[in-house]
């Protein structure tokens, strides 16, 4: 159950993952201790043991999100491999290439996302019903691949037999469907399964839709919502203290070519769902190592998504050239790492960096970001963390660099998180410091 902490604030609402918050006088703070980018002991998930079913061809972007936060929620995520179907092994077709989402991305485990989040995953034919308290079926075209798979359809029966709460997310109701659960259920799901859905169960057009311990969502976009419904069928007292928190707020992330996936997708569903408005402003790198098709204007992440997001609708944020962002248009920038950060240095672009602080802005980075705050001369007498690669640009440019300790930290108009394992205290930084 939920330990519901005795502040309503922000700082409170982040203390009750039951994560160690470390405060000076001066006002720096720090998410520290054990718990850092690991499953989080308190939440409505606590003790749950959570089964994400993928097969190939899944969808990048929730696999992601979910990753991220089922541990921070308390749960725990195991992704459950629909494996041994091997006609739909994606771009390009290698025998052994095994489980891949509509971008490329595996789950066995995430790549570059550490701590104990990311440490559970195994062939479905192995996974026992009974040992799961929440089933996931994840949404893309995955669906399709095991819709046909008599396994599958044994496995959420039985499930469904042990009262576990079930969710899917777009098309992922299909293998639902056949195992005959959403039957007369109230439920919602994309173009890909509504008309089906009209016809057998009670269709509904919104985003996120509960039907005891059934749980269905529309779209890629609801996922973070999902996951708190979900939440609530665990734990009926769960409040999501989070939803719409940053309304008003405007939190712009600069962006060019060999970002970091999940740095980029998990904040950016994060926020949308604390209220927060979202500009991409793009810049063009030193080079594209992934170019895209000839006259196509896309970045490119390390890991296959790309910016126009291919998952997120644009409707959902603003998307503009970095130059064009006026400085009244925002009010804390966020630095992506991987390679993003390296372009920002040898463009020129960090120096923007430096305009936006002295216009009283916010600026937050992660992983490699602190290399383009140390370029744009921020860090001296900050105290920052980031990956371990930064710590050479952030101590020879006066500043203090622990990223053996701080999870994420504010000192004053800088906020930091250490790695793509922390995107969840990053975002509770971010919140924080914006309120």
């Known amino acids: ?50 089964g994400v079913i993928v097969a190939s061809e899944f969808s990048d972007f929730q696999a992601y999100y979910l990753a991220s936060y089922i541990g921070e ?22 025998e052994g290439k095994g489980v891949r989402g509509q971008w490329d991305l595996k789950v066995d485990p995430i790549p570059v996302v550490g701590g104990d989040k990311n440490a559970a995953w195994k062939s479905l034919i192995d996974a026992r019903a009974a040992d799961y308290d929440v089933v996931i079926v994840i949404g893309g075209h995955s669906a399709d691949v095991m819709v046909t798979e008599a396994p599958v359809h044994e496995f959420l029966r039985a499930c469904a037999e042990n009262d576990a709460v079930i969710g899917a997310i777009g098309a992922g109701s299909m293998p639902l469907i056949r195992a005959g659960i959403m039957h007369g259920k109230r439920c919602t ?41 979900l939440c609530r069928a665990v734990d009926p007292g769960f409040k999501d203290g989070w939803r719409g928190r940053l309304k008003g707020k405007k939190v712009l992330l600069p962006v060019s070519d060999d970002f970091e996936d999940i740095e980029l997708i998990v904040p950016t569903m994060e ?6 408005e979202i500009i991409i402003g793009r810049f063009a790198g030193e080079f594209k190592s992934r170019p895209g098709l000839i006259g196509v204007d896309v970045l490119h992440g390390n890991f ?31 630095i992506t790492g991987a390679f993003n950060p390296w372009n920002m240095v040898v463009t020129g672009v960090s120096d923007w960096l ?59 108009n800088i906020v930091t998180g250490r790695s793509p394992a922390e995107v969840p205290e990053l975002v509770d930084a971010i919140s924080v410091a914006l309120s």
């Not at 700082?11 to 000076?24: C, D, H, M, Y």
Request: aromatic residues 8%.
């Open 73 to 94: 929620l308390g749960g725990i995520c195991e992704f459950l491999l629909v494996d041994w179907v091997k006609w739909k092994y994606v771009r390009p077709n290698l």
């Open 189 to 229: 799901g994309d173009r890909t399964v509504d008309y089906m859905l009209k016809k057998i169960a009670n269709f509904e057009a919104g985003r996120v839709v509960t039907d005891a311990k059934l749980i269905t969502a529309r779209a890629t976009i609801d996922t973070p919502e999902f996951l708190r419904a």
């Open 354 to 412: 430096g305009e936006a602080i002295s216009a009283g802005k916010l600026i937050a980075s992660i992983c490699h970001g602190p290399i383009a705050l140390s370029a744009a001369n921020l860090v001296e007498g900050k105290r920052l963390t980031g990956w371990e690669a930064s710590r050479d640009s952030v101590e020879i440019m006066g500043g203090v660099f622990n990223c053996g300790e701080w999870a994420a930290a504010i000192d004053g």
């Open 304 to 334: 296959g998504t790309t910016i126009p997001f291919q998952e997120i609708p644009d409707g959902e944020y603003v998307l503009k050239d970095l130059a064009d962002v006026a400085m009244s248009e925002f009010d804390l920038a966020l």
């Open 1 to 50: 159950m939920q330990i519901q902490s005795s502040r309503s604030d922000a700082l409170g609402l982040a203390e009750n993952t039951g994560i160690e918050i470390v405060r000076q006088d001066d006002g720096f703070v720090a998410w520290a201790g054990e718990y850092g980018g690991n499953n989080k002991p308190q939440g409505p998930l606590s003790g749950q043991r959570v």
């Open 271 to 276: 926020l949308l769902h604390r209220g927060a």
